[in-house]
């Protein structure tokens, strides 16, 4: 362990000794601190077992993600059980598919130089947001302690190595996240050490989860001068290295134009597939064993890397960045406060909720792509998965950066022509389902949200409804059977999801359309978003596909993921689930739904169907929002008993603790939203009531307003709201207006074993 964290050790004990007290005190006791919530935020949880989750550093929405590569990494780059290739400085969090990123790896090593086999066995790991840190030690006398924070484009590693042997940095620059046979490909890079403890450079890629090429510059910089410094070459297991002053180009050194001290390496994978290239700093650790690296990263060029790095992270205190990094956090946690429950619950909550501030990236300053003068995010992986609970969540609690999130959206739109259903890196990425920034745009809409141009984003969501998209993978949608059969046809691709979707999106574009007084469109879309009865077989009580001729597909039953499950999901009728899992998936219309499956009792005997046979998925999104149908029902007691178990059962404060990829936050969040006792239908503008599992809740508003969530009888017994109050009122409705939520307030829930009949007189909201 490092001199820096000897020095802060026990005072962090008590620091965190005090935040568990004041987390635990009854609502009536006064915090006698501010409590630091990074200690029961684990950015461990969910690494393993197809979480994929991150466990680097850095802060919320930040680009830089400084964080380790091990040998067996999945899309986070990282697993539990396999050796450290070293730390590259960006990742995406929680996606499945294939990856993109990890750029310009470092991998920080004691004795000879070498840049091939660098793979080294971890302990000691230790992480907390905006904070990692690890030894790496094949052999104990060449034990190397490496630490991580970081800014929103600045990654800053402190590196103590043992005294005596030289302490290597090997800088990867073509360096990369590549998994499953499709995964990313470096097509050129170019290093340059620029002095003793400077180095720049760039490198550009392709393929990944989606295929658009990128160029990434960066500038890295050390805190004292190195005794060797260079740059290598890497190709089929033939090394060249090249220390001092010169150029490295197909193997003829020259002295640079401006002859200055530096080393030039160019070469391009095209030709050269299996080239690596990148540069090295050895450091003499005789009497000083600690060295520190920054390394900031830039769209743009290597002069607008180094720019970032000045205005950012100017100085050399580690200690202080990784508590800028860790107040960053504590101001995103403690958005929302938490009393009661127990500690489990505690850490599953905040690990969620530091989840829920991962991604999208927010690159503003950083557009390479136009001009623009409006915010820049990236890395919308994918708002398939995340328009669900996400979006909804910031909205809430941090409704500034939805709406720059938003207004990035439409820049892309006005730039590009379409409304991305995901983007990263640039460009557009696999278009999943349906349009489903449309829901995001509606959600913020019908919340009252503002702050971004209204009637643009309805052109936006008109051209989704309208336009036969020119290239539907990647943007928009497939409408030609659409329009002309009132559904989606088994002559495309995920046919039954995609019409399922496109009925929820055309709700969502009639509802700007009334917020704008476009009558005409709105009883259009409306009518539209009927689509899912085309499909619906009432003999079977599921969605079932169609040819478009009429005839319904054979040899079908509602549980089939597919007939002929040989082929990828994106070739199937349902992309990522079966018809009994999309079957619920009609937030706009669950009284149709209802109606469908025969009447309440009816739809409670279907919902329990889909959770008793085992066919509920909490580990992907299709069937997400079931739990909550049966409100609709007036059963909210049932609702209270599968969320209590989906709560207790997937989700664990381990490091396999999610039920399936985290999705860019989007299972966290969802947790986020149960533990609560509240859960969102995007595009709506309403809550539903279910079962905290916290004494209080005070949610942090706009304006400084709050809004508190008290349930003093909740425990794992009493499950069943039996009686509410809203600030002060009695209501028998098991949900809340976004109005009345966003205004602030108090909702007071009485809890029982017992369900006695609350809400079981359903009103639509």
Same mark, same amino acid.
């Given at each position: 362990m490092s001199s820096g964290l000897k020095r802060r050790g026990s005072v962090r004990a008590l620091m965190m000794a005090v935040a568990l007290c004041a987390l635990s005190v009854p609502s009536m006791a006064q915090p006698t601190a501010t409590p630091d919530y990074t200690v029961l935020a684990n950015p461990f949880v969910g690494v393993d077992d197809g979480g994929n989750t991150v466990p680097g550093a850095g802060?919320?929405?930040?680009? =830089?993600?400084?964080?380790?590569d091990t040998a067996n990494g999945d899309t986070n780059g990282y697993d539990s059980k396999s050796a450290i290739l070293g730390f590259s400085f960006t990742h995406v969090t929680g996606t499945g598919g294939t990856s993109k990123y990890g750029n310009f790896r470092v991998t920080p090593t004691s004795g000879e130089l070498g840049v091939n086999h660098l793979v080294f066995a971890k302990h000691n790991e230790t992480a907390s947001p905006g904070y990692y840190a690890v030894t790496l030690a094949n052999d104990p006398a060449k034990?190397?302690?490496?630490? #991580?924070?970081?800014?929103?484009? =600045?990654?800053?590693?402190?590196v103590t190595f043992p005294k005596g042997a030289p302490g290597q940095f090997v800088l990867d620059a073509t360096s990369v996240i590549g998994l499953r046979g499709s995964g990313q490909r470096t097509t050129a890079a170019q290093v340059e050490v620029v002095d003793d403890h400077t180095l720049s450079g760039w490198a550009s890629f392709e393929g990944g989860w989606n295929p658009a090429p990128y160029k990434l510059y960066f500038y890295a910089v050390f805190d004292r001068p190195a005794v060797k410094y260079g740059a290598w070459k890497a190709r089929q297991g033939e090394v060249q290295i090249q220390e001092g002053i010169g150029r490295l180009n197909g193997g003829n050194q020259t002295k640079s134009a401006a002859n200055r001290q530096g080393l030039m390496i160019e070469y391009d994978t095209e030709?050269?597939?299996?080239?690596?290239?990148?540069?090295?700093?050895?450091f003499d650790t005789a009497t000083d064993s600690v060295v520190q690296m920054k390394l900031a990263v830039s769209f743009i060029s290597v002069e607008k890397a180094k720019a970032n790095l000045a205005a950012e992270l100017p100085g050399w205190d580690f200690d202080a960045q990784h508590a800028k990094a860790r107040d960053l956090w504590n101001g995103a946690l403690a958005k929302?406060?938490?009393e009661g429950g127990d500690d489990t619950q505690k850490r599953n909550f905040y690990s969620g909720l530091y989840r829920s501030h991962t991604m999208p990236h927010d690159l503003s300053g950083e557009n390479v792509w136009w001009n623009s003068t409006e915010p820049?995010?990236?890395?919308?992986?994918?708002?398939?998965?995340t328009f669900r609970t996400l979006h909804p969540l910031l909205t809430l609690i941090q409704p500034q950066r939805q709406r720059d999130m938003i207004r990035s959206l439409i820049d892309t739109y006005a730039h590009t022509g379409w409304l991305p259903d995901s983007r990263i890196a640039g460009a557009n990425g696999m278009t999943q389902g349906g349009s489903n920034g449309d829901v995001l745009i509606a959600d913020a809409v019908v919340k009252n949200l503002g702050g971004f141009d209204v009637k643009q984003a309805y052109a936006a969501l008109r051209k989704?409804?309208? =336009?036969?998209?020119?290239?539907?993978?990647?943007?928009?949608?497939v409408l030609k059977d659409y329009l002309s059969l009132?559904? =989606?046809?088994?002559?495309?691709?995920r046919s039954a999801s995609r019409t399922l979707e496109y009925a929820y999106n055309d709700f969502a574009i009639a509802s700007v359309a009334a917020h704008l007084g476009q009558k005409g469109d709105q009883a259009r879309y409306l009518k539209r978003a009927e689509a899912w009865k085309k499909l619906w077989d009432d003999d079977l009580g599921c969605i079932r596909p169609r040819y478009a001729d009429g005839r319904w597909l054979e040899n079908f039953t509602c549980t089939y993921d597919y007939p002929d499950k040989s082929g990828p999901w994106w070739e199937a009728p349902f992309y990522e689930g079966n018809s009994l899992q999309y079957s619920t998936y009609v937030p706009h219309d669950v009284e149709g739904l209802v109606a469908k499956t025969g009447g309440r009792e009816g739809f409670v005997r279907w919902l329990d169907r889909l959770f008793d046979d085992g066919y509920y998925l909490q580990?992907?999104?299709?069937?997400? #929002?079931?739990?909550?149908?049966?409100?609709?029902?007036?059963?909210?007691?049932?609702?209270?008993?599968?969320?209590?178990?989906?709560?207790?059962v997937h989700y664990k404060p381990t490091r396999n603790g999610l039920p399936g990829n985290d999705d860019a936050g989007t299972m966290s969040s969802w947790y986020v939203w149960a533990s609560l006792g509240l859960y969102p239908n995007a595009g709506q503008p309403f809550y539903y009531i279910g079962s905290p599992l916290f004494r209080k809740t005070t949610i942090h508003l706009e304006g400084g307003k709050t809004f508190q969530i008290i349930a003093p009888q909740t425990s794992e017994a009493n499950i069943y709201v039996v009686g509410a109050r809203l600030n002060g009122k009695a209501i028998d409705r098991a949900w809340l207006t976004h109005a009345e939520l966003i205004k602030g307030g108090r909702l007071e829930l009485d809890m029982a074993a017992q369900p006695n009949g609350w809400a079981t007189r359903f009103t639509k909201p």
């Open positions: 802060i919320p929405f930040g680009f =830089v993600s400084l964080s380790p034990a190397v302690r490496v630490e #991580l924070t970081a800014s929103r484009l =600045v990654g800053f590693q402190r030709q050269e597939f299996s080239n690596r290239l990148g540069g090295f700093m050895t929302i406060e938490v820049h995010y990236e890395d919308f992986y994918t708002l398939w998965d989704d409804g309208e =336009v036969e998209s020119d290239k539907p993978f990647l943007q928009g949608r009132g559904y =989606v046809s088994l002559s495309q691709t580990g992907n999104e299709p069937d997400i #929002l079931a739990p909550w149908l049966y409100i609709h029902a007036g059963r909210p007691d049932r609702t209270a008993e599968r969320v209590r178990r989906i709560l207790s």
